[in-house]
């Protein structure tokens, strides 16, 4: 099956910092989403994104769909967006169902 | 605000007491999933109901079942609960999946299972 990897798996930054987040996946995919897994547990959703960019505020998204990965941009980090970002796919053979396939996830913890 | 609910949101069982997590949703979406999430790990699939079609994932254990009774409403029976059950269940839904995938799929807030 499509295999999902995230990196950093672990990041800190300070207040105010920029970062970027990037997914790999093995196979082409049909969706492609980014969340935000707060600290309560709750997995937000950031963004759609099978191919293209996104801005939604402080945060941008880009999959090249070709090459096989995504990037998550977020600038002048918050404490806020302390937790845990997920890319998820879904891959060509798993369109009949939509099963999402979750990568390995990065903590974030912006410190102030 | 359309959204996903999950009640409870935390809840405490003993270990082979049965437990029932609940799941409503307004969004009017046809398919609604379970997914388990143990600390530290991604969640994973268990299974999904497209309207009444109930879809199992090949590993998910026979302790787990499910009931849709109607669009809004989605259940999860844990029969006999082992230390190992013990995460975050996470429902969620999406429109269609005829798209081929193509759908977002929305999460509830999620209960997080104690088995002592």
């Known amino acids: 099956g499509i295999q999902v990897e995230q990196s950093p798996p672990d990041l800190i930054l300070q207040e105010g910092a920029n970062s970027t987040l990037r997914c790999n996946f093995s196979?082409?995919?049909?969706?492609l989403q980014w969340f935000h897994q707060n600290p309560w547990g709750q997995l937000i959703n950031l963004f759609y994104?099978?191919?293209g960019t996104k801005q939604n505020g402080r945060l941008s998204a880009t999959t090249v769909a070709t090459e096989r990965y995504s990037l998550l941009y977020i600038s002048s980090s918050q404490t806020t967006d302390s937790g845990v970002y997920f890319c998820?796919?879904?891959?060509?053979?798993?369109?009949?169902?939509?099963?999402?396939?979750f990568g390995t996830g990065t903590l974030l913890a912006v410190q102030p | 605000d359309a959204m996903v609910i999950q009640n409870p949101r935390y809840q405490v069982t003993q270990f082979g007491k049965p437990v029932t997590l609940s799941c409503s949703q307004t969004?009017?979406?046809?398919?609604m999933y379970w997914y388990q999430q143990k600390s530290s790990q991604a969640p994973k699939l268990l299974f999904h109901y497209y309207d009444k079609d109930f879809n199992n994932e090949a590993d998910t254990p026979d302790n787990f079942q499910s009931r849709r009774p109607n669009t809004s409403f989605c259940f999860l029976d844990i029969r006999s609960p082992g230390l190992g059950d013990a995460a975050m269940y996470l429902c969620a839904t999406s429109r269609e999946y005829r798209l081929a995938g193509r759908d977002t799929q929305y999460f509830g807030p999620g209960t997080r299972l104690t088995v002592l």
């Open positions: 969004l009017n979406h046809n398919v």
């Open positions: 998820a796919v879904v891959g060509i053979d798993g369109g009949a169902t939509n099963k999402l396939i």
């Open positions: 994104i099978p191919s």
């Open positions: 196979d082409s995919v049909n969706n």
